[in-house]
């Protein structure tokens, strides 16, 4: 059926992609990322005592990268130019939640068990011994 339009996509790749902006304001684009992009960056450098300060005080990558608004890798790139040593999983674990290290609960584990066997899930199991279900279970099934 003709209605008397006649419809054309101009767009090369259809939506609207680059070649819906013109250059003009693709210059615009990229000066405003230019700019700021820096000046996140200087703010950022300019606070990385403070970053490795918090770090060495328990927070993780994640939660700095959060907190300056940036990438956890950028956080992890000034640890890492700071010379300091990543911790390892199970204490990342302990200083994001103040949990109890997997080692410190096996030896636990006789108290764990009969506890499970008593009719304590691994969530209830988690808090009594303030650590994750998860690593409960890990515990208990790894045993078995």
Sequence with gaps: MDLGYTLQNKQKLGGSGVDFHSPKTIQKLKDWRKNNRFRLRQDIEDKK???IEEYNNGKGPHNLGKKYECHPDVIKRILREGNITFRTKS??????????RRKDLYARLSEIEALHS???NYTQLGKMFNTSDVQIKNILTKVK
Aim: aromatic residues 0%.
């Design 49 to 51: 005592n403070q970053i």
């Design 118 to 120: 008593q009719g304590k």
């Design 91 to 100: 204490e990342s674990q302990k200083c994001r939640k103040g949990e109890t």
